[in-house]
């Protein structure tokens, strides 16, 4: 029965070979061999080995120089190294240059299988790891939150699935909460890269010195605390999107780091002299203005010119109202699915509350509110009492509709029909910047003017 690896044996000694082979194939792995260097990066590149077990001394092309080809082009791939003419200082710079273990010369074959055991497992735990992020993101991206009807949210989506399909750098500017990440999500998840890694860093909360081994990753010894070496989160995303979160918060120092980068596609770790090779999308979300930033001397030109080549611009909640009601939806559907709540929906007088409100922690706000009012609900329908004083008490105070929730009074509803009808003449009959004037949706606009007889 096969083990499910594949393992790429490489030795110039033709009895060396084979007898590995026949060892290996023996513990019912799959097993490809070469005799020279050359061969075994074609085989690498074609097959995509689990495994490369080689030789250290060779002609022509070494151990060492697979080594640092295999690293750069399929890092995920296990480089064991054998050699014969063994000491400390060769083992501790494979070890360095990626190299997952050292096996002296005549092999230990109990110690062999037993390192091929632990190595398979330690890369069956990260493909684990990568499956469930993976899987996270589809269940975030399924999950509906970019949702919207308006125009604004519907030309945005079909831009990011336009985008999608090249490797430009992709830059995504919004408000706190309007979904920044999702649409940073959307691009990959559109892309060519959809099933290589999706990795997130979030710079506003690292410090420099952290923020730089976070990035790039760090040898053993690079500074206090360094035990061993590190993998970056550039050469955690080969392959993939790389999604700096709050561009804007990077520290000037780094930025020039950064730039290399985005210019050349390599970098070093920290504490190492080896050049590596960056293969991701880059994505970068910011709720500041970049060029207000490099206006004020914060943010590097340069920089900024390599960032900014796709613009997302992801509009705040409070312009586009229309969409406050697919959102509550999707929203009452999650949290009654979680918590078992019987909620059913909302009176017409409580979603016309939370349209007239400013939202200023846009869709996550939003998704909160909706949350506390499934968890704490004690009816079917959730009426304007159950919805959180903030909200009432920070509506639009210039809502011309803001009375219609206050009172019930025949004068006030006359107030609001004459509202209306002078906003309509004001816009020209444009029912769309009617709403938008009168701070509502077009749904909420639509039914006042049936409840009023209001025709065109």
């Known amino acids: 029965m096969s083990v499910d690896a594949t393992i790429l044996v490489v030795d110039d000694e033709n009895n060396a070979r084979e007898g590995l082979k026949r060892f290996l194939l023996g513990l019912n792995y799959d097993v490809l061999d070469a005799a020279t260097g050359k061969v075994a990066l074609l085989l690498v590149k074609k097959e ?24 750069r082009s399929n890092p995920e791939t296990i480089v064991i190294m054998l050699t014969a003419y063994g000491t400390v200082e060769s083992a501790v710079q494979a070890m360095k240059a990626g190299a997952y273990y050292y096996l002296a010369k005549p092999i230990n074959l ?22 469930l992020r993976e899987e996270l993101i589809r269940e975030r991206y399924e999950s509906g939150e970019i949702i919207g009807t ?5 030309k945005l989506i079909s831009l990011a699935k336009q985008v999608a399909s090249s490797d430009s750098t992709v830059l995504i500017q919004g408000e706190s909460g309007t979904g920044k990440e999702l649409f940073a999500h959307l691009v990959h998840s559109e892309s060519r890269r959809a099933n290589q890694p999706f990795v997130t860093v979030h710079m506003a909360a690292l410090t420099e010195t952290l923020l730089a081994s976070e990035l790039f990753g760090h040898e053993r010894g690079a500074f206090t605390g360094a035990t061993e070496r590190t993998i970056g989160r550039f050469e955690r995303a080969h392959g993939g999107t790389l999604f700096l979160d709050e561009i804007s918060e990077i520290p000037q120092t780094m930025q020039s780091k950064l730039l290399r980068v985005l ?19 880059l994505v970068c979300a910011t709720n500041k203005k970049l060029k207000e930033q490099v206006a004020a001397g914060k943010f590097r030109d340069d920089l900024f010119y390599r960032l900014n080549v796709i613009l997302l611009e992801i509009p705040p909640l409070r312009e586009r109202r229309d969409d406050i009601p697919l959102l509550v939806a999707q929203f009452l559907k999650r949290f009654k699915e979680k918590t078992g709540n019987s909620v059913k929906g909302l009176t017409p007088r409580a979603l016309e ?18 949350e506390r009012m499934v968890v704490l609900s004690r009816s079917d329908v959730i009426d304007v009492d159950e919805i959180p004083q903030d909200i009432w008490k920070t509506r639009r105070a210039d809502s011309p509709l803001r009375v219609s929730q206050e009172a019930n009074s025949g004068t006030l509803q006359s107030m609001e029909e004459e509202i209306i009808r002078r906003t309509l003449s004001e816009m020209n009959r444009n029912k ?20 009023y007889k209001i025709g065109d």
């Open 150 to 154: 308006s125009p604004s949210i519907k």
């Open 432 to 451: 769309s910047l009617a709403a938008k004037k009168l701070g509502i949706s077009r749904r909420t606009l639509y039914r006042k003017l049936a409840e």
């Open 353 to 370: 509350l939370l349209e007239t409100y400013d939202w200023p922690g846009n869709v996550r706000e939003l998704k909160n509110i909706v």
């Open 263 to 281: 210019q050349t596609g390599e970098f070093e770790r920290v504490g190492g002299t080896k050049t590596l090779q960056a293969d991701v999308r």
């Open 110 to 131: 109990d110690e062999l299988e037993l390192t091929l055991k632990k190595a398979l497992r330690q890369r069956q735990l990260e493909d684990e790891n990568v499956r």
């Open 48 to 71: 995509k080995p689990d495994v490369v077990l080689t030789d250290l001394k060779m002609p022509e092309m070494d151990g060492m120089d697979i080594l640092h080809a295999v690293k």
